[in-house]
């Protein structure tokens, strides 16, 4: 099957500072990714939806500002936590959809101290 | 707008024994419908899903799961439970697969546990 790599797979920043996340397809071009966020014990939340050479779309709630997405190539999107804060704490995955599937990346744990 | 509703946050059953994880559904279009697992600090990894055709699908590791339209379901059912069973699933639901329709909307979560 399709293969996403997503990189780092855990990450400890501080407060106020940024973290990028990378997510790529190793073997496919993915026109369209998901990224997802899911708090301890709680399921997936859809935070935004990055399509290649576009603007991102983001979900209600979600803070664009905040949450930088950069889908520049059929092969790389990237999710920039910005200034962050320990509210941020979360785990954080991408998905891309090939065919009838989703394929997700590894995720991300994501600890702001 | 779809949903999706897992009963039981937490279910445990013995080595061996029936596992039966349920989900229903809310959409106002045909459904695309799946069953993911995931492991503790990991990504998802697709057990099964519902597109179109057959109700019965079957998936890996033995689950399997039915898409009652009557019913709005689709639960996940294995007939032995294995010790690696042990995780957490997840049920969603798309309206299509291109573009955005593609996106996943995920139940709440069921947490497998497996005893001696």
């Known amino acids: 099957g399709a293969v996403v790599s997503q990189h780092p797979s855990w990450v400890i920043c501080k407060s106020g500072t940024s973290v990028k996340i990378e997510c790529r397809s190793l073997d496919f071009q993915a026109t369209t990714m998901f990224w997802y966020r899911q708090f301890p014990k709680q399921s997936l939340m859809l935070m935004a939806t990055s399509n290649e050479g576009s603007k991102a779309t983001y979900e209600q709630g979600v803070e664009k500002d905040k949450f930088l997405i950069n889908h520049a190539s059929l092969t790389l999107s990237t999710l920039t936590v910005t200034s962050a804060h320990p509210e941020d704490s979360s785990f954080y995955i991408c998905?891309?959809?090939?065919?009838?599937?989703?394929?997700f990346g590894q995720g991300t744990r994501l600890t702001v101290v | 707008a779809q949903s999706v509703t897992q009963l039981g946050s937490h279910v445990s059953v013995s080595e061996g024994a029936l596992v039966l994880l349920r989900c229903n559904y809310s959409s106002s279009v045909p459904p695309y419908l799946f069953w993911y697992v995931q492991y503790p600090n990991q990504g998802l990894q697709l057990l099964l899903k519902y597109t179109t055709g057959a109700t019965l699908v079957k998936g890996i590791n033995g689950f399997e799961a039915e898409f009652k339209k009557s019913e709005t379901s689709f639960h996940l059912t294995k007939p032995s439970a294995h010790m690696s069973d042990a995780a957490e699933y997840f049920c969603a639901v798309s309206v299509g697969w291109t573009g955005t329709a593609s996106k996943l909307t995920f139940g709440t979560g069921t947490r497998l546990q497996v005893t001696l």
């Open positions: 998905s891309a959809p090939v065919n009838t599937e989703a394929f």
